[in-house]
């Protein structure tokens, strides 16, 4: 199963009709956070594969589109923000591809999508009966968790507007996702890390584009 993930900065090569002839074998597409709407909805289109997105910091509630819409959200595309899923049509042995998503960064000043440690934690616990079906019925919780911001200490940044969540370095502990996925640390060094092992999670800094054969 081939992914391509994106977060926080649109792609030039991406977003052009080179898409096609780069990323046609792509089985399923995930947004990070921080990417217009238009862009989410032109990569399903030229791709065909589900697409599945988090919310950054930086988006907004509407976004006015080329062709004159007022958009709340990308169309053809899933928003799972506080939402475990099930996608059956990509098997990873039983049940399906399990995804969850908690977008947003660690709060710094007013406005849509911050939050305290406290308030994610108490998002988390809003996934927790369908994290505990999936393990009665597939053996798991999660495959991938797909946030916009880092865990604390692993690709984060001092600043008070990149800082981690301690709560997903909990998050893995308990519930062992392959992966979790994230944006919002824009990458600005060739030698930067941009993934990392956490017990048995692969934590994959997704900024702006990454390719990830699971």
């Not at 080329?66 to 928003?79: I, K, M, N, P």
């Amino acid at each position: 199963m081939k992914i391509l993930a994106i977060s926080d900065e649109v792609v030039p090569h991406i977003y052009s009709e080179r898409i096609r002839a780069l990323y046609d074998d792509v089985d399923l597409v995930i947004g990070c956070g921080d990417v217009p709407f238009y862009y989410l909805e032109y990569v399903v289109s030229m791709l065909h594969a589900p697409l599945f997105y988090v919310h950054g910091n930086h988006d907004h509630e509407k976004q006015y589109m080329a062709d004159g819409r007022v958009a709340t959200s990308a169309e053809v595309c899933v928003c799972i923000d506080d939402e475990v899923s099930s996608l059956d049509g990509l098997t990873v042995n039983k049940g399906g591809l399990l995804l969850a998503g908690l977008g947003g960064s660690i709060r710094y000043r007013p406005g849509k999508h911050q939050y305290t440690n406290n308030q994610m934690r108490r998002r988390i616990i809003r996934l927790l009966p369908n994290l505990l079906l999936n393990h009665l019925r597939f053996g798991r919780f999660l495959d991938i968790l797909i946030t916009h911001a880092p865990p604390l200490g692993i690709h984060d940044k001092p600043d008070r507007a990149h800082v981690g969540f301690q709560v997903f370095n909990d998050f893995m502990q308990r519930f062992r996702p392959r992966y979790l996925l994230h944006g919002h640390s824009h990458v600005v060094r060739n030698n930067a890390a941009t993934r990392a092992e956490y017990l048995s999670t692969e934590v994959v800094n997704v900024y702006p584009y990454c390719l990830i054969e699971f």
